[in-house]
T-cell receptor, first 116, second 113 residues
Framework: SAVISQKPSRDICQRGTSLTIQCQVD?????MFWYRQQPGQSLTLIAT?????????ESGFVIDKFPISRPNLTFSTLTVSNMSPEDSSIYLC?????????????FGPGTRLTVL | GENVEQHPSTLSVQEGDSAVIKCTYS??????FPWYKQELGKRPQLIID?????GEKKDQRIAVTLNKTAKHFSLHITETQPEDSAVYFC????????????FGGGTRVLVKP
C-alpha cells in the first residue's frame, strides 16, 4: 500500500487562527479524502479532494471553513480556518487505491489539533 | 445517504475466546465493506474487507461475513490475544464515483489476559 505522511503531526493553536495540514503520498492515487475524528468518536468525512477542481464537501462542512487544495495526484492540503475549541480533533487524510473495481482506502497518521 | 450502525460499542472478552462485532447499513447500493482497527494514538488500519459478490472472507484469525438481503455484516475474531485490544470500525461505500466511506460508531474491544 502507499506510504502516506501528514504534517504537522500535532499542533496547539489559538482561537481565530488558521492551520494548514499537508498530506503527501509516495505514489499517484485516484482518490484523496479528509476526515475528522473528534475525541473518542468515529470518523466523519469532511470532503473529497479532487485533483484540479474544487473539493466535494459533505453535509455540515463548507469551503470557507475547510478549504482544500489538491494540485496533483500525490498531495493535498486541508486548512482549518478561524478555529474555535470545537475544532479540536484529529484530522486524517486517506487515499484510495483501486482494487476489484472499488477503491480501498488507507489512512495517513493524522494531525492532532488542539485549539485553545 | 448511507447510515451504518455498529454493535456493541464495547466488548470485553477473555484471551482465547472469540469476539463478534455486527454492523448494519441502510443503502442497498453499498457494495464494499472494510473493517479498520485503530490502536490508541494510531491511524485506522485496514484489517479485512469484503465486496458484495462474496458472502464470507477469512484471513487467519479474522473473518467477515456479509448478508446482503438483511443488509448486515459482521467481524469475527477467533482465539483473541491481548494485541487484539483496540477500537474496530466497520464502514460501507456505495462504490460509485467518489467511493466515500461511511463509518459505524466503533467498538472498543478489550482482551483480558
Amino acid at each position: 500500500s502507499a506510504v502516506i505522511s501528514q504534517k504537522p503531526s500535532r499542533d496547539i493553536c489559538q482561537r481565530g487562527t488558521s492551520l494548514t495540514i499537508q498530506c503527501q503520498v509516495d505514489s499517484q492515487v485516484t482518490m484523496m479524502f479528509w476526515y475528522r475524528q473528534q475525541p473518542g468518536q468515529s470518523l466523519t468525512l469532511i470532503a473529497t479532494a479532487n485533483q484540479g477542481s474544487e473539493a466535494t464537501y459533505e453535509s455540515g462542512f463548507v469551503i470557507d471553513k475547510f478549504p482544500i487544495s489538491r494540485p496533483n495526484l500525490t498531495f493535498s492540503t486541508l486548512t482549518v480556518s478561524n478555529m474555535s475549541p470545537e475544532d479540536s480533533s484529529i484530522y486524517l487524510c486517506s487515499v484510495g487505491t483501486r482494487g476489484g473495481g472499488t477503491d480501498t482506502q488507507y489512512f495517513g497518521p493524522g494531525t492532532r489539533l488542539t485549539v485553545l | 445517504g448511507e447510515n451504518v450502525e455498529q454493535h456493541p460499542s464495547t466488548l470485553s472478552v477473555q484471551e482465547g475466546d472469540s469476539a463478534v462485532i455486527k454492523c448494519t447499513y441502510s443503502d442497498s447500493a453499498s457494495n464494499y465493506f472494510p473493517w479498520y482497527k485503530q490502536e490508541l494514538g494510531k491511524r485506522p488500519q485496514l484489517i479485512i474487507d469484503i465486496r458484495s459478490n462474496v458472502g464470507e472472507k477469512k484471513d487467519q484469525r479474522i473473518a467477515v461475513t456479509l448478508n446482503k438481503t438483511a443488509k448486515h455484516f459482521s467481524l469475527h475474531i477467533t482465539e483473541t490475544q491481548p494485541e487484539d485490544s483496540a477500537v474496530y470500525f466497520c464502514a460501507a461505500t456505495p462504490g460509485a464515483a467518489g467511493n466515500k466511506l461511511t463509518f459505524g460508531g466503533g467498538t472498543r474491544v478489550l482482551v483480558k489476559p
